[in-house]
């Protein structure tokens, strides 16, 4: 399996292990959501990493994070609650594609999607 495959067949996996795992991070702001509000927001972090794979580009996340850090910011989240949920996307997808990615397409597929997450 190649990391776009991965995001295609299991995005309900990725989506409910990161939730699972922001809901368990006791953020203030996060904790005022549902966990459905907050695998939504995941969801977008998400689709916007899988449209850079795709194209190879940062494009989409850069826009995507000015979009979020304006909202998060005036909705009066901390900058270190909206790094942690990215944190959170990045080991869930490490642990998914260490799991379901073949073995010679995991180190590339790590570094993909680190350096995607770490352009916002």
Partial sequence: M???ELC?????????????NLVR????????????QIRYRLLNLFQSMVRCVEGNSCDSMLKFMKTVSDER???GFEISEVQTAINIL???MWRMIS???DGD??????KQVT??????
């Fill in 115 to 120: 350096n995607v997450l770490c352009k916002e």
């Fill in 105 to 110: 397409k995991q180190i590339n597929s790590m």
């Fill in 73 to 75: 910011y005036h909705s």
């Fill in 8 to 20: 295609y067949n299991k995005p309900d996996l990725i989506l409910l292990d990161s939730t699972d």
């Fill in 90 to 92: 990045e080991e869930c």
């Fill in 25 to 36: 991070a006791h953020l203030k702001h996060y904790n005022q959501l549902t966990p459905e």
């Fill in 99 to 101: 799991k379901f990615v």
């Fill in 2 to 4: 190649t990391l776009l």
